[in-house]
């Protein structure tokens, strides 16, 4: 996956503000590291509970336990920072648990929950990365990424995407994650706000609680593809406002960005000097672009966090950017293939009672809004009431498993991944139907 940042948009920021978490972090790890070592050198050595920390505004949770340390017992600060107690985890895990544990017990369960496409790597970016290995590419590469693979992104940037980056302004991580709280930590102070619109990717909020930031979550609506328009967003801005998230194609529900108002929006953006943007578009190999002040502050972040992004992996996704206009005719197939299961979806679930539909415009998911559904009571189940309990009922009854929408802010739909075969797509077409006839007899299917 890949994150590049609004440089289109070209919104200066400042960086004085310091990060005044930093300190207290650094000495939480240095109490929980040393604490196994002081069980077997000074057994009466007693850990207490840390002082909260005044930066932080969630309280602290600091239970001490008793601990057996050796011939004496001694106590343990259970403490976990404050900024891992303000992350969620996620709501999705639970339902893929239960379908991997009767995967496991032999019942034949469709999963259409994967976020990952289902096709293999073309074999010439397989054989970049087994050549890199072979001739010797397994050494530190620079932190940044390599220089032929910056600016083979420049050069993809621009021939794709229109806009003009130098090597200078790229950033190679381990995955769009890495970029994307990379991007995050580097201009975020504690208290600035995030705006993310959303259905959006379940990690966008944790991230932004991570750097110790306040998502604010902007519901879009089906009606308008759920795209944030620059009313919304406009609405939606405070004197805190430092980030706004803008993904496209969306995950959840593969919604594009057109150009027009992506331009409105920029506008709106330009107003607000505080206000920075960052546009994501999916590749394995994360990477981010941007002005070069910025690309800075998140390769200094990446420095110490990671170095850069596996010398195999930068190889292979150098030969990915060498197979043509937008992955040349290998990447063409699997567009196609996707435009014909999205077709299939669209058109099979669009002939459902009450079902809404956007067709997506990218990736490879669709959004699907099942809420006429909800309120159904089901005998031995109990009542559907929301986004999870459907997507339970539907492994359940029709041992197929989707994501839903409540994890990605939005509890009227289910995320459907058609990252699956067409014939597993109408078989699994085919079991929701029935499930969901089981499920309103009397509506017209
Ligand atoms: C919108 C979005 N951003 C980021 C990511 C994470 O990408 P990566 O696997 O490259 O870290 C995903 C993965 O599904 C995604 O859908």
Redesign the pocket.
Known sequence: ???SAGAPFGIGFSQSRAHPTQLSLGFSHSISSSASKFVSLHSDFSLRAVDNTKEFQSPRLTPVVKAQGGPRQMDVDLALSPRVNAVKTSNTLAIIDQATALLKAGVPVISLAI??PDFDTPSAIADAGIKAISEGYTRYTPNAGTLELRTAICQKLKEENGISYTPDQIVVS???????LQAILAVCSPGDEVIIPAPC?V??PEMARLADTTPIIVPTCISENFLMNHKLLEATLTEKSRLLIL?SP??PSGSVYPKKLLEEIAAIIAKHPRLLAFA?T?????YIAGPKHFVSACAKIQSQLTSGASSIAQEAAFAALSMGYAGGETVATMVNAYKERRDFLVESFGELEGVKISEPQG?FHIFIDFSHYYGAEVKGFGVIDGSESLCRYLLDLAQVVLVPGIAFGDNTCIRISYAASLATLREAFGRIKKALVALRPAAPL
Do not use: P
């Not at 381990?174 to 994307?180: D, F, V």
């Open positions: 996956m890949a994150a976020g990952e381990n995955g769009a994650k890495q970029s994307i990717w990690s966008y993904c969306s995950n994501m999916g590749w394995r190999l994360g990736a």
